[in-house]
């Protein structure tokens, strides 16, 4: 089984989406990195930019092989030629509604256009595939007359269209399964999200002997989007037992770059790759995967498969036991009348809509048990920010890191950037930032910032802190300050 990536060609068509050509190459090796069989690159006949792009991304000499696309004129079959793709993807709409409205063209000249354009572009190529537009609004005869036309034309590869997202799952199962009697070369399917069924309609393919699935990574693409790389990748995997050749431990690596690339925030409950696929608040789950992670996790897909960390969350369902074992994480031990406590402190919290970190979780401990929380290692001295239109941003930090002040000079992106990259070049230890977000606690151009984030030390452990202020810079630094001191509290040692 295997996969083709349309996240450059596809995915870039959501609104309000447009990669540069250093976003689009670098995304390309990572999908190449990761194993995917082919990636669309983009449609070199759209504009200059983009044919230059796709040039580009085939100059990278990647290992997945690139793929372009084209409508069925010879013109675009030459940008693709020209820009030296391995495949050329041809498409025509077939459906009636498309036919009469978009092209202007009867059933039979849809026929003849599609044996003209296939064998064109295969005298120039060795990979052809043609696309159906719309296939699952065609009448199945007519389909299955214009796909056997394109395979006889020299197609190396046939694909299914969903495009706009109305087949069931059981419709796309019978139509691949009726296809796959008559159609001898590879059988790919791409399927719309418009009614939420874009990946069952494509596993549903794969199970009616479907070859190769289209998919994007997070989803993104046409208005509701596309089938989900990492969703489709491991229901295949672990669930059906078939080898994608996608290394899947990258799978939350590649959402997080295209979530950046693209400025669409992945939902954190969304599954594989989301912030919460393998979080757990409840103290009966809670409770469950500390014993034995199967208990409330699919087992045949664990955290580490995708490249994920399985984390205990905080809020009003927490248990006993996900509080003491995040507690013994960093030596504190309080009594059972003091866990009764800490419990009933963090569920009246939680109760008024705030979201509790592990910051406050602590931060409670010392109130309730007393003595056996170590101090914080580092505090914020002092920060001095320098930034402007003409000038890059950066900032000086002072610290007092383990007893001893330290100072650090960083410039970034912004002041943000700049204060964060300066705070941990004060601390010995691994921490990177891996998630940031702000919110607007009150309305104004003065407007009380709250800014969560996460951090990742050096085995790979998540760390959530925040912090508010009016001063979106200062409440960065102290969040992060926050977060630097959790993973020292955390870790065996502060060297």
């Keep these: 089984m295997s996969v083709f990536d349309t996240t450059l060609r596809d995915g870039e068509q959501t609104p309000g989406v447009s990669f540069s050509t250093a976003d689009k190459i670098e995304i390309a090796r990572q999908l190449s990195g990761i194993g995917v069989s082919v990636i669309e690159a983009g449609f070199p006949a759209s504009s200059e930019d983009e044919y230059a792009t796709v040039k580009a991304i085939v100059a990278e000499g990647l290992d997945a092989p690139v793929c372009g696309l084209a409508r069925s004129v010879k013109g675009d079959v030459d940008r693709c030629i020209d820009a030296g793709v391995d495949m050329v993807h041809v498409f025509i709409p077939t459906s009636e509604v498309q036919r009469t409205h978009t092209i202007r063209k009867t059933h039979q000249e849809v026929v003849s256009i599609t ?97 190769q699935v289209q998919v994007t990574v997070n989803g993104i693409g046409e208005r509701a989007g596309n089938a989900d790389l990492a969703c489709t990748t491991m229901i295949i995997e672990s669930i059906f037992g078939y080898n994608t050749g996608i290394e899947t431990a990258r799978l939350v690596e590649t959402s997080r770059m295209v979530s950046r690339f693209s400025g669409l925030m992945v939902p954190p409950n969304w599954p594989v790759t989301g912030e919460y696929a393998f979080s757990h608040e409840s103290g009966i789950h809670s409770q469950g995967v500390l014993e034995n992670a199967s208990t409330f996790e699919p087992g045949i897909m664990t955290p580490e498969m995708v490249g994920h960390r399985r984390r205990l969350k905080l809020g009003k369902h927490v248990g006993r036991h996900a509080v003491r074992d995040m507690l013994n994480q960093v030596h504190i031990s309080p009594d059972e009348d003091q866990i009764d406590e800490i419990i009933a402190r963090i569920k009246l919290i939680a109760s008024k809509g705030k979201k509790i970190t592990e910051q406050d979780l602590y931060e409670i401990a010392e109130t309730v048990a007393g003595s056996g929380v170590s101090g914080r290692y580092i505090d914020l001295v002092d920060i001095a920010i320098m930034t402007g239109n003409h000038m890059i941003p950066t900032a000086t930090v002072r610290a007092r890191v383990g007893g001893s002040e330290q100072v650090c000079c960083c410039t970034g992106n912004g002041p943000v950037d700049a204060a964060i990259k300066a705070l941990v070049g004060t601390v010995p230890r691994h921490a990177e930032l891996k998630e940031f977000n702000v919110t607007a606690i009150s309305e104004g151009s003065d407007a009380i910032a709250h800014v969560a984030l996460v951090v990742e030390d050096e085995k790979g452990r998540l760390f959530d802190a925040a912090a508010s202020g009016d001063d979106i810079v200062m409440a960065s630094a102290e969040a992060m300050t926050n977060a630097l001191n959790m993973v020292y509290r955390n870790g065996s040692d502060n060297s």
Excluded at 185 to 200: E, K, L
């Design 115 to 211: 044996g003209d354009i296939v064998r064109y572009a295969r005298d120039h190529v060795d990979q052809v595939l043609f696309s159906a537009m719309d296939a699952t609004r065609t009448g199945l005869p007519e389909l299955i007359e214009v796909f056997e036309t394109a395979v006889g034309a020299g197609a190396t590869a046939i694909n299914v269209p969903d495009t706009v997202g109305v087949a069931t799952p059981s419709s796309m199962k019978t139509m691949i399964a009726a296809l796959r009697e008559r159609i001898a070369c590879t059988i790919d399917v791409h399927c719309h999200n418009d009614f939420g069924m874009a990946t069952a309609n494509t596993i549903s393919a794969v199970e009616a002997g479907a070859d």
